[in-house]
């Protein structure tokens, strides 16, 4: 019943676009420090040398946890293991579909290059505590719009993060069904990326752009994207449909 009833009360408050409540009071990643860790990490994160690869890998972890509002435990192998862990999302989960709502095809060897057609990336969202099952509506990551590109704002996105990983760190396609979009190592076999490596990595990003990580959790992200869509007057049923 109390179950029921939060449900109902969302319902309302969405179909009456509604602006939520308050904002969340834990310690959430803000944007400004993704601006200023994107910033001071530039030039590894947009490096192609094999030594840069979870420079990347990990700027994509905060990327898409961030603007779709995702546990850590969703995008990284947690322990104790979450339900995520046991489904990740792997390479072949993503689809690249154009404005006519086409899908867009990889060439032969696997690797996606036509990125200037896609419209968005749609990918398969894990399963969760709150959805065992996986019956969660897909992933949506829009190509950044006229405004991002005009500002310089378009290069601190989910899919900019997606297209660098994909396009510095490519592989063949015959293990895109098995091999996670967040992998452990440049080279294969891999598993998912570690939260305890992420962290590793995070802090030492931080430490370079000067931010401070005390108090950063696994929903830190998650609630920073939530803050953000406040600040910008989202509805409620604006920030469920982002996660």
């Known amino acids: 019943l109390i179950g029921a009833t939060r449900r109902l009360s969302l319902c309302v408050r969405a179909i009456t676009k509604q602006r939520p409540s308050k904002k969340r009071t834990k310690v959430p990643f803000t944007y400004d420090m993704l601006a200023k860790y994107f910033a001071a990490n530039l030039k590894a994160i947009t490096s192609p040398q094999a ?128 091999t996670p979009l967040f992998r452990s190592a440049r080279a294969l076999p891999a598993g998912q990326v570690t939260d305890r490596s992420f962290w590793a990595h995070f802090k030492k990003g931080c430490r370079k752009a000067h931010i401070t990580y005390n108090g950063l959790g696994k929903h830190s992200f998650r609630l920073g994207g939530m803050n953000r869509l406040q600040d910008l007057g989202a509805s409620v049923a604006t920030i469920c449909a982002h996660g």
Request: charged share 20%; hydrophobic share 45%.
């Open 51 to 178: 030594t840069a690869f979870m420079d990347t890998l990990t700027f994509a972890v905060i990327a898409i946890a961030f603007y779709h509002l995702c546990r850590l435990s969703e995008v990284t192998d947690t322990k104790p293991m979450s339900q995520a862990n046991l489904f990740p999302i792997v390479l072949g989960d993503l689809r690249f579909i154009d404005k006519g709502g086409a899908e867009i095809k990889a060439d032969h060897d696997g690797v996606f290059r036509r990125w200037r057609l896609v419209d968005h990336i749609r990918c398969r969202y894990p399963p969760s505590k709150a959805d065992p099952f996986g019956y969660n509506s897909d992933l949506l990551i829009p190509a950044p719009g006229k405004d991002a590109l005009k500002n310089g704002s378009a290069s601190a996105t989910a899919f900019s993060a997606i297209r660098l990983l994909l396009t510095l760190y490519p592989i063949s396609s015959i293990y895109h069904a098995t």
